[in-house]
């Protein structure tokens, strides 16, 4: 018997697995279990029934493209293909492609995707952006040849054939729509040059309409700088774009009027707006040559001849005095200077000693006051008014003997 490794045997049941023709395309109907949204984007989790479960992995390029996120305990219809994986060595289901189960699987995906933007606050009225009122350039992000950029285009050309429209072409149906509706709407808001943006298409079925339930075009349309109207359907038919958007028109042709105003329109309010003007300019100048009038009639505006020579007699009454207290206040303090000067000058040992006064010191300059701070043979000098006198001591007398012997 010839011997396998235990990679040899995975790696054959997996060949097995994924050319049977039944296990490579199957539809499976059951309860989610496990539920783990990797950070990578991969989808882990298993279904069961009553009495079996299997292992199932949704890779990040298809869970991108789940109209609803998934939880555990929620019932779906799972398609993919049945493999192995050769490292485990069990069997999973791969899943391209989930929906929840039973009818109304994709309003009930719509509900969950409305009930948690609306939590996010995507739906929130202060992010609200008011659309203007005369623009210069409306972009029309839809299908260019559907019905509704036609009836947009025949509402702007009745009501403001000024107002250029720009339109851009996008999917508005299918799988790939919703990527190209949300591409749109970023390109025109790099390219900066429409006041508005009108995204939209026709009615019908929530299939038909589904892209406009996306997330992603949702977050398009929150993030967009230029205001957003939101022109899908007909009147009763709500879409996650009319609930993120700035304004919902019900219909295209309601858009266009929303965002397009009445050439006749624009008239009337700019002949209103001169006639407030001109009132306004009109009162302001009435006001201006009441309050001229005052003036001119003032009693201050009067007299004011007689004010300004009295002003002028006291100016000059107040700059005598002045000047009268700065001459004063100078010469006290010219003497006051003088008497400093003349003090420290009778101070000065300097002074002094043209008196015929002298100053004795020993040789290390410490002033020689009494006899006893001396000795015989010790060398002194005697400084007088002109300089100074180099001298040794020969002897020394008190003077109060001297005088007793005297």
């Given amino acids: 018997m010839k011997l396998y490794t235990v990679s040899q045997i995975n790696r054959y049941i997996k060949n097995f697995l994924e050319n049977d023709s039944f296990l490579g395309n199957v539809?499976?109907?059951?309860?989610?279990?496990?539920?783990?949204?990797?950070?990578?984007?991969?989808?882990?989790?298993?279904?069961?029934?009553?009495?079996?479960?299997?292992?199932?992995?949704?890779?990040?390029?298809?869970?991108?493209?789940?109209?609803?996120?998934?939880?555990?305990?929620?019932?779906?219809?799972?398609?993919?293909?049945?493999?192995?994986?050769?490292?485990?060595?069990?069997?999973?289901?791969?899943?391209?492609?989930?929906?929840?189960?039973?009818?109304?699987?994709?309003y009930m995906a719509y509900e969950k995707l409305k009930a948690r933007l609306e939590k996010a606050g995507l739906f929130d009225a202060e992010y609200k952006r008011p659309i203007p009122d005369m623009?210069?350039?409306?972009?029309?992000?839809?299908?260019?040849?559907?019905?509704?950029?036609?009836?947009?285009?025949?509402?702007?050309?009745?009501?403001?054939?000024?107002?250029?429209?720009?339109?851009?072409?996008?999917?508005?149906?299918?799988?790939?729509?919703?990527?190209?509706?949300?591409g749109a709407i970023e390109r025109v808001n790099r390219w900066g040059g429409a006041d508005t943006i009108i995204v939209g298409r026709g009615g019908g079925s929530i299939e038909d309409l589904w892209a406009f339930n996306e997330e992603i075009v949702a977050k398009a349309i929150f993030f967009s700088e230029i205001p957003i109207i939101s022109a899908v359907g007909h009147e009763t038919d709500f879409t996650i774009a009319d609930f993120v958007a700035d304004m919902r028109a019900p219909t295209p042709s309601a858009a266009a009027e929303l965002a397009i105003p009445e050439g006749s329109e624009l008239g009337n309010r700019m002949t209103t707006l001169l006639r407030r003007i001109s009132d306004r300019l009109t009162a302001k100048m009435r006001e201006s040559k009441m309050r001229l009038d005052k003036v001119l009639s003032s009693y201050m505006l009067k007299n004011m001849p007689d004010m300004l020579m009295d002003n002028d007699a006291y100016v000059g009454e107040l700059y005598t005095r002045l000047t009268r207290h700065i001459t004063t206040r100078i010469e006290s303090l010219r003497l006051s200077y003088k008497n400093c000067l003349d003090n420290i000058e009778?101070?000065?040992?300097?002074?002094?000693?043209?008196?015929?006064?002298?100053?004795?010191?020993?040789?290390?300059?410490?002033?020689?006051?009494?006899v006893k701070d001396i000795n015989v043979n010790e060398e002194i000098d005697i400084r007088l008014d002109d300089g100074i006198i180099n001298a040794v001591v020969t002897g020394e007398e008190d003077i109060i003997d001297k005088e007793e012997k005297l």
Avoid: W
Wanted: with cysteine; charged share 20%; aromatic share 8%.
């Fill in 27 to 106: 539809a499976v109907e059951a309860e989610i279990s496990n539920f783990k949204l990797h950070s990578s984007g991969h989808i882990y989790f298993t279904l069961k029934d009553e009495r079996s479960a299997i292992n199932c992995v949704m890779f990040a390029s298809y869970a991108s493209s789940l109209k609803f996120m998934p939880e555990s305990g929620m019932k779906v219809t799972a398609k993919g293909y049945i493999s192995l994986y050769e490292k485990t060595g069990q069997y999973q289901l791969y899943v391209a492609s989930m929906e929840p189960a039973g009818i109304g699987a994709l």
């Fill in 135 to 182: 623009p210069k350039t409306v972009a029309v992000i839809t299908s260019p040849t559907g019905a509704a950029v036609r009836d947009i285009i025949n509402v702007s050309g009745r009501r403001n054939p000024n107002v250029e429209l720009v339109i851009v072409p996008v999917l508005v149906q299918g799988e790939n729509a919703a990527a190209d509706i949300a």
């Fill in 346 to 370: 009778n101070r000065s040992p300097l002074n002094i000693l043209r008196k015929g006064y002298s100053l004795t010191t020993d040789k290390n300059g410490k002033v020689i006051k009494s």
